[in-house]
């Protein structure tokens, strides 16, 4: 079984430029997760969708970042402007069924740098 | 609110000698605990989750880990090391019956094994 994909792997981009990351969860993953890793922190979440609604966004910081994920399947997380404080390892993750004891699988994440 | 804390940024063993990486947990409910590992460019792998029944749970590449309601923990352990096992690893809750399904992870603690 394919696991979660995201791409880029590696970004570098200047502060107040635009980014956007893709993610591709396993097969049939009906919950779909963005977390943020920043360097020696554990992640945390950005955004949570249901199949293709939005379950909870209330840590994404929504003058910046954006989120869809259209169709629910694939998603993409938007930074516009990016500050320097967004730098940092955008981690995918997707789990089978809404319920909170299933197993949340990860991508390989994207690591962010912002100059 | 719901927090995790694993007090060892760093835990050093020997091959062959068993480890044990801390994990304590503070939930105001029942908790559903997770145990990930980070190699380094890679995402976070699944090596084992406690929801209910049996205190000891058994995970993927030998781990285990012990639920102790009372002393509100998650210890991993393995009865011996190997050198592959260099990670970093993170603790991760859900608090059971809130409706919210985003994990809550540690600040990771990265585990050296000496040859």
């Known amino acids: 079984e394919a696991g979660v994909a995201q791409s880029p792997r590696y970004k570098i981009i200047e502060k107040r430029q635009s980014v956007a990351f893709w993610c591709n969860p396993i097969s049939g993953h009906a919950t779909l997760y963005w977390y943020q890793q920043i360097l020696g922190q554990g992640p945390k979440l950005l955004i949570q969708?249901?199949?293709?609604?939005?379950?909870?966004d209330s840590q994404l910081p929504k003058d910046r970042f954006s989120a869809e994920r259209l169709k629910g399947v694939d998603s993409t997380l938007k930074i516009q402007p990016a500050k320097l404080e967004d730098s940092a390892v955008y981690l995918c993750?997707?789990?089978?069924?809404?319920?909170?004891?299933?197993?949340?699988?990860f991508g390989p994440g994207t690591r962010l740098t912002v100059l | 609110a719901q927090s995790v804390a694993q007090p060892e940024d760093q835990v050093n063993v020997a091959e062959g000698n068993p480890l044990t990486v801390k994990c304590t947990y503070s939930v105001s409910g029942n908790p559903y605990l997770f145990w990930y590992v980070q190699y380094p460019n890679r995402g976070l792998q699944f090596l084992l989750k406690?929801?209910?029944?049996?205190?000891l749970v058994k995970g993927s590449y030998g781990f285990e880990a012990e639920f102790n309601k009372s002393q509100t923990s998650f210890h991993l352990k393995k009865p011996s090391a190997l050198v592959s096992d260099s990670a970093l690893y993170f603790c991760?809750?859900?608090?059971?019956?809130?409706?919210?399904?985003?994990?809550?992870f540690g600040s990771g603690t990265r585990l050296q094994v000496q040859p």
């Open positions: 969708f249901q199949n293709n609604g939005v379950v909870d």
């Open positions: 993750a997707s789990s089978l069924d809404p319920g909170s004891t299933d197993t949340q699988y």
């Open positions: 991760a809750v859900i608090l059971k019956g809130t409706g919210r399904r985003a994990l809550t």
């Open positions: 406690y929801i209910t029944g049996d205190n």
